[in-house]
């Protein structure tokens, strides 16, 4: 079994990391102000990250980006922090493209923060600067999201005060990720919206629905729509039933669509109407997932 996560103060801990990620903001304008580097570093002597989570750079946006680090130069530094055991040479915490775009650029040195991150903090900075991307689609948002509470311990509501993001944005975004497989590539391929695949999130069959909705160009008022009518006509057919052979309702159903979200975990209940007394399941697919399952519950 995987080795159970450190604890720390979540609030204060990762506010402490985002303080470092995030761009600071001038008094008198919301956009980025550029932050005053610890020192300019020479490119040769800085390393990439091998445990960055995103390795994926295309060319095109790299190449965008070294037009304006032409122009303009690095505006925001990169943060990085000692190599262990190396002397003189630094390995990337955050800003692995703008590195590599400065190298396109023909930059020598790069304008840096030097932190002394242990290597769980790189991995949860990693993670957090992805989050924070623009282009991130949905389904990687909210794996991010799910990094963070089970690698970490931190909970939605503490993961929305640090991101700036509302509770039911991450709780949203985390029920994308009970949808079929097929489904969450539609979605980061692009030919899925966010709000395609939150109204296929209750469909009987989500992937015959989301082809439906490519196929047909389908608007998400129109998917929810559809949706709806799909649930409706699987009622009539045969009632959804938990392993006891129960039917369950609609309260129950919404009640382990929220668990899910929250655990990352596929959650069923089975509950006879009228009884006090009923039973949890909670599915993991992986020796990582029970680990964090274990911490949360213990904690």
Known sequence: MAEKR????????LSALMADVEPQKTES??????????RLIPIERIEPNPDQPRRTFTEEQLQELANSIRTKGVIQPIILRPKPGASERYEIVAGERRWRAAQLANLHEMPALIREFTDTE????????????????AIEE??????????????????AEALGKSRSHIANLLRLLNL?????TFVIEGKLSAGH?????????PSALARQVIAKGLSVRATEKLARGDEERAAKRKPRADDMGIEKDADTRALESDLSASLG???????????????????????????????????
Do not use: W
């Not at 079929?180 to 969450?184: H, K, S």
């Not at 209940?269 to 680990?291: F, M, Q, V």
């Open 29 to 38: 304008s919301d956009s980025p102000a550029p932050r005053r580097p610890d």
């Open 180 to 184: 079929p497989e097929d489904v969450q």
């Open 6 to 13: 450190e604890k720390r103060g979540l609030g204060r801990g």
């Open 265 to 299: 975990m596929k959650v069923s209940i089975d509950h006879k109407p009228g009884a006090e007394a009923g039973r949890i399941s909670i599915s993991y697919e992986t020796l990582e997932e029970l680990d964090s399952l274990c911490g949360l519950l213990g904690q």
């Open 197 to 205: 695949a939150r109204a296929l999130i209750t469909a009987n069959d």
């Open 122 to 137: 790189v991995l949860e900075v990693a993670i957090i600067e992805n989050i924070q991307r623009a282009d991130l689609n």
């Open 142 to 159: 909210a794996a991010g999201f799910r990094q963070l509470m089970f690698k970490f311990g931190h909970t939605q509501e503490k993961l």
